[in-house]
């Protein structure tokens, strides 16, 4: 079984989303504890991945070492390349922030 975790700005995000697109979001990243690579689609990297439900994203990091999945941003199509960016030039925050104990889904 997969780690899941999220950030503190996934978590203010996703709270933000209406109700039935959290619950098939919420779905999906059960799905995800057995195996992080049988959903999504990868943007540029195998470990780095979306969930789309209508015009919503979800972007996760997969660590495979750490056996945990890091949940890190929800955009609209809107504003999808702009938090793609964020997650790309941050990444090395990230991994610091998974070796160190991010919050537990």
């Not at 470990?47 to 994203?57: A, G, M, P, V």
């Not at 793609?84 to 990444?91: C, E, P």
């Not at 922030?97 to 991010?102: I, L, M, R, T």
């Given at each position: ?8 700005e ?6 933000e ?11 999906q ?7 992080p690579?049988?959903?999504g689609?990868?943007?540029g ?25 890091l ?10 390349q ?5 997650v ?18």
């Amino acid at each position: 079984m997969w780690e899941l975790r999220e950030t503190s700005e996934f978590e203010h995000k996703f709270e933000e989303l209406p109700p039935d697109i959290k619950e098939r979001f919420e779905s999906q990243i059960k799905k995800l504890q057995e195996n992080p690579y049988a959903l999504g689609k990868t943007l540029g990297y195998p470990w780095f991945r979306e969930l789309k439900n209508d015009k919503w994203r979800v972007y996760y990091l997969i660590y495979d070492q750490l056996v945990v999945v890091l949940f890190v941003g929800v955009s609209d199509k809107k504003t999808q390349q702009v938090v793609i960016n964020l997650v790309k030039n941050n990444l090395k925050a990230f991994k610091e922030f998974v070796e160190k104990g991010a919050k537990i889904l």
